[in-house]
Nanobody, 125 residues
Framework: VQLQASGGGLVQAGGSLRLSCAAS??????????MGWFRQAPGKAREFVSA????????SYADSVKGRFTISRDNTKDTVYLQMNSLKPEDTAVYYC?????????????????WGRGTQVTVSS
């Protein structure tokens, strides 16, 4: 499966962005597998942001984004979304989407088999 993340950009603190991650080449895998978002800031390790199970019935979030970010998916469009509200400068990072090895919403990067290229999110203060 190929993943393409989009929707990043430059936004002021307090603003919103919606990231999208579209899958291609293996629609069956997308609809059967958990998906996740991770991010990596300069000089830092990649960290978990959010994940969603195959049917959207289970979601998980990092404590740092709870109440501000919402993950969702549309299996008819092979796309997973990350709605980011009340953005903070510390949310600045490259955001990556991943396709998990099974149906659940995993929070460990090792759980994810495929990764998209990432999309830059920059939040100015």
């Amino acid at each position: 499966v190929q993943l393409q993340a989009s929707g990043g950009g430059l936004v002021q603190a307090g603003g919103s962005l919606r990231l999208s991650c579209a899958a291609s080449r293996s629609r069956r895998m997308f609809s059967n597998n958990g998906m996740g978002w991770f991010r990596q800031a300069p000089g830092k390790a990649r960290e978990f942001v959010s994940a969603i199970s195959w049917n959207g019935g289970s979601t998980s979030y990092a404590d740092s984004v709870k109440g501000r970010f919402t993950i969702s998916r549309d299996n008819t469009k092979d796309t997973v979304y990350l709605q980011m509200n009340s953005l903070k400068p510390e949310d600045t990072a490259v955001y990556y989407c991943g396709a998990g090895r099974s149906a659940s919403a995993g929070s460990e990067s090792s759980y994810y088999t495929y990764w998209g290229r990432g999309t830059q999110v920059t939040v100015s203060s």
